[in-house]
């Protein structure tokens, strides 16, 4: 089982960071974190990154659902969405299948709640 899925699409990084970002707030998902993995890089060790920044998506309802399941699910959460470039004037959206990361928790009824969210994220990527 793959531990993310993705896309890519030609327009350029900024773009792709606000039709992800749009696409997420329109199925509910809103974004409590952000992450410029390039400008991180540069800053703290001095390297040069292609532009890469992680979105840190959340839905507050699902998240309330797997709270109320797992109180320790928190560790796992946002589902984080990744932009980067890929060259050409192309850029690839990925993001975490919450199914393959709860599978570290022996839990069928949380199990039933990521699938819900993979779905909700598989169809943001896809819809890109």
């Not at 040069?48 to 992680?54: G, K, M, Q, S, V």
């Not at 109320?68 to 975490?96: F, H, S």
Request: aromatic content about 6%; overall charge negative.
């Amino acid at each position: 089982m793959s531990y993310y899925f993705s896309k890519t699409i030609s327009c350029s990084f900024e773009e792709a960071v606000q039709r992800a970002t749009e696409a997420l707030k329109n199925a509910g998902f809103g974004i409590i974190t952000e992450t410029d993995v390039k400008e991180t890089l540069k800053k703290k060790i001095d390297v040069d990154f292609r532009p890469y920044r992680i979105l840190g998506a959340c839905n507050p309802h699902m998240a309330f659902e797997a709270l109320k399941i797992e109180d320790k699910v928190g560790t796992m959460l946002p589902c984080n969405v990744i932009v980067q470039d890929a060259g050409d004037g192309r850029t690839e959206v990925a993001a975490i299948d919450p199914v393959a990361s709860m599978q570290a928790i022996d839990n069928p009824r949380l199990l039933e709640t990521a699938k819900q969210v993979r779905s909700m994220l598989e169809t943001v990527v896809k819809e890109l």
